[in-house]
């Protein structure tokens, strides 16, 4: 406590300056805006024709800061602001958020009009709300700038809650700083700080090639895709002149065929479902669907061990396969990418994702080639192998479960 | 991963948590019941839009000013407006860095406003605010030996009463109290204006407490407040009396006081050593505003102080309240923090955590009655 000391050096004379206090009785300015679904379905208003989404947004704003920006609010300067002065105002407050606040869905600026919803006590004050209501198609990116404050409160912030399209939405906007966010599906990445230099500021082609990177990447580093596609392919023997391996044999068809049906089962199975998640179409919970990857790599090796005649592997691949298209299309969510950029986004990364597995297919190929001849193939690698995925899908599942 | 994805993912995580905390955010809506309903006492008006140095020096001492008057830091960001034009800016004015570091000071953001200080003294070292301004952030961090030379800085530019009121606190700190007590006692006596007599006998309590002398301090304290009001004075005589089992004493201390969290926490344990209900309404408006901070995304560290005392009187969370007292301990270092790290690390049962905080309480020389038992005894040299 003995650093308030200076306080009273400070004001008794060296100069009007000051050690601050060590706590506050407050926190520094805040805004908030809740966003959410209007519950009616509407139809042609706005942007969005039938699709559209009708949003309705809710924003907070303290009178203190209010003040700050304008300078006609205490219309008598007594600094006593009262109702009648705060309605008399509303519709220069209205103009002034019209100016500094901008709701964009697909690059459009929403038409925007304030009214009056409510008066709020919060921890620090007084605020005074301002309802309004859009429409925006609901597969159409959605943005907000806000530059409320700018110049007047570098430390202003704006937070935003609720729902957009279905999903939930949180974001920090700064003024002064990050200023833009793009509110979609829960994942908002901001675009100020990134213009330039991610994905949203470049071409078709770069998108592609970004993406494509992405893919391979993800392949490769996604050791429960590579398991899964182990499992299915242990069983298959790419050796002539011997008869397939018994659990080939009750999976399917031996040799090369089985091997390409397998893969392209499990390609075709997860471009639908990523496809259909990046395009908005469907959705599942991550809780969900990265347990259910372990578990696809459980049973396929189970099966190796246990054969059952009906189970074919390709349909097992692209059964499965639609499963891990959900896991493949979070990397697609967290990038974050909106608009007419989306579909060279996928193709990208669905290219990638399958130029990862064909190089892990052929590298399988050649270690299989090289080996298959052991007398004891079949006991060692095949179950072996299968009895270690098992435990390892065991452990994966339990682990996602529990975390 | 390229710059755009490393952003990607930081304001991911960012949404993420801010997702977690904002719908607690607590809004209660009203109607106003006439027209003449006054809804916000304003503050004065203060021009912010600075064109020359000067104005801007202006307008960021009197928002400062508010801030500290209201204890409501919403108007640091106005007086760093108010800087804009030369915020962190290398060739400002020494002003309006010395402003700068104070702003920054205020926000807790310690070393900013170190570097801050230094460059601005680097070029203009005759400046004997921003070496007091900096003897006492190298006393916060724990740096006794930095807090001294700052305070012989003090003495070079010619404030002779300053320097020594600087270098009296800081010996104090490091437990030579006699020594304190005879030098602050006679700069008391020699200077002339009440608020100045008021100060250097609250430096003297404080020195007084740390000594183990709680009469005295108390004294002291009441001496103080006496000749000039003063709410830092209140809050460490208010803490004093709580300590000392005077709950009732401590309410009285703190009457008038602004409820910054720091006033409101006092209140609320004082209400809650006397068995008054109301304690329960004040914490827990305690919680709200903690609340509020982490929906802006606001760090632990900064508000460490007020979360580990809520934690320690209120709440039956050692593990949190030792979290909160390790972010504070990793940024100020006053006896308080060293008290609320050492009882919370007791607390939550971490016993290596702890011997490490006497080590190092040990290293950084700090002598305090209210620490005796995690000190080994006075070392030679320490007048007890």
């Known amino acids: 406590m003995s ?11 060296l100069a009007a300056l000051c050690w601050l206090p060590l706590a506050w009785a407050h926190k520094a300015s805040d805004a908030y805006l809740v966003l959410g679904a209007v519950a009616e379905p509407t139809s042609a208003a706005g942007a969005g024709g039938a699709l559209a989404e009708r949003l309705a947004l809710r924003l907070s704003l303290a009178l203190k800061d209010l003040d700050a920006a304008l300078e006609t609010l205490d219309a008598d300067g007594d600094r006593q602001l009262t109702w009648a002065e705060v309605r008399a105002s509303l519709p220069a407050a209205q103009q002034w958020v019209a100016a500094g606040f901008a709701l964009r869905c697909g690059g459009e600026a929403l038409p925007l009009s304030w009214s009056f919803d409510t008066l709020e006590q919060r921890s620090d004050g007084n605020y005074l709300r301002l309802k309004t209501e859009t429409a925006c198609a609901a597969a159409a990116p959605l943005a907000l700038d806000y530059r409320l404050l700018q110049g007047i409160d570098p430390t202003h912030r704006l937070l935003v809650s609720g729902q957009a399209a279905g999903q939930p939405v949180a974001a920090v906007l700064a003024p002064d700083g990050q200023a833009s966010v793009e509110l979609r599906r829960g994942t908002a990445a901001g675009t100020d700080g990134l213009a330039g230099s991610g994905a949203q500021a470049a071409g078709p082609v770069a998108t592609l090639a970004n993406f494509f990177t992405e893919g391979v990447h993800h392949i490769l580093t996604g050791y429960d895709h590579l398991a899964f596609l182990l499992a299915l392919l242990l069983p298959i023997s790419l050796r002539r002149g011997r008869g397939p391996v018994p659990a080939a044999q009750a999976r399917g068809r031996p040799g090369l065929g089985a091997l390409l049906l397998t893969v392209t089962g499990f390609t075709v199975g997860h471009s639908v479902t990523l496809a259909l998640a990046s395009l908005g179409l469907i959705s599942a919970p991550p809780e969900w669907v990265e347990p259910a990857i372990a578990l696809s790599i459980g049973a396929s090796a189970l099966l190796n061990l246990y054969p059952v005649r009906w189970v074919r592997g390709e349909l097992l691949a692209l059964g499965f396969g639609l499963v891990h298209g959900l896991g493949f299309s979070g990397v697609m969510a967290e990038a974050g990418v909106q608009g007419p950029l989306l579909l060279w986004a996928l193709a990208g990364f669905n290219l990638g994702v399958e130029a990862g597995q064909l190089a892990c297919v052929l590298l399988w190929c050649a270690l299989h080639l090289a080996i298959v001849r052991w007398a004891r193939y079949d006991q060692v690698v095949v179950r072996g192998g299968s009895a270690a995925l098992v435990l390892l899908a065991l452990y994966w599942t339990v682990q996602r479960v529990a975390g | 991963m390229s710059p755009a994805r490393r952003w990607r993912a930081v304001a991911g995580l960012l949404l993420a948590c801010a997702a977690a905390v904002v719908p607690c955010v607590h809004a209660r809506d009203f109607t106003a019941a ?31 000013e508010l801030a500290r008057r209201l204890a409501d830091p919403r108007y640091l960001g106005r007086a760093q407006a108010s800087l804009a034009p ?12 010395t402003l700068q570091a104070t702003v920054q000071q205020g926000r807790h953001e310690f070393d900013a406003a170190r570097s801050t200080l230094e460059a601005s003294l680097r070029r203009e070292p005759a400046q004997p605010q921003a070496w007091l301004t900096l003897a006492t952030l190298e006393r916060v961090a724990g740096r006794y030996p930095a807090a001294l030379a700052a305070c012989r800085e003090v003495g070079r530019t010619g404030a002779a009463l300053y320097a020594s009121a600087c270098q009296l606190e800081t010996v104090s700190l490091q437990g030579r109290f ?33 000594a183990g002398r709680d009469a005295e301090a108390a004294r002291h304290y009441q001496a103080s407040l006496a000749l000039a009001p003063d709410g830092y004075t209140a809050l460490a005589h208010a803490d004093l009396l709580l300590r000392l089992q005077q709950p009732a004493e401590a309410l009285r201390a703190l009457e008038g006081q602004p409820a910054s969290d720091a006033v409101l926490l006092r209140r609320a344990r004082a209400y809650q050593l006397t068995g008054d ?31 580990a005392l809520a934690a320690l009187w209120f709440e039956q969370a050692p593990a949190e309240g030792w979290r909160a007292a390790q972010a504070n301990i990793a940024l100020q270092k006053e006896p308080l923090d060293w008290w609320l790290a050492l009882s919370s690390a007791q607390r939550a049962g971490e016993s290596a955590e ?10 950084a020389g700090l002598r305090d009655a209210r620490l005796a038992r995690w000190q080994p005894p006075a070392a030679e040299g320490s007048t007890r």
């Open chain 1, 3 to 13: 650093a308030r000391g200076f306080l009273r050096a400070a004001l008794l004379g």
């Open chain 2, 34 to 64: 006439s027209d003449a309903q006054v809804l916000e006492v304003l503050p004065p008006r203060i021009r912010s839009a600075a064109a020359t140095p000067e104005a801007a020096a202006l307008g960021a001492r009197q928002w400062i």
């Open chain 2, 86 to 97: 030369w915020w962190g800016r290398e060739d400002a004015p020494a002003a309006l860095a």
């Open chain 2, 178 to 210: 006699d020594q304190a007590r005879a030098g602050l006692l006679a700069l008391q006596e020699r200077a002339g204006d009440a608020p100045t007599r008021a100060w250097l006998l609250s430096l003297l309590a404080e020195s007084e407490e740390r």
């Open chain 2, 277 to 307: 209900a109301r304690w329960k309404a004040l914490s827990a408006e305690a919680a709200q505003r903690f609340a509020d901070l982490d929906a802006r995304g606001e760090p632990l560290a900064p508000h460490g102080r007020e979360r």
């Open chain 2, 354 to 363: 702890l011997n490490a905080l006497r080590v190092q309480l040990a290293s």
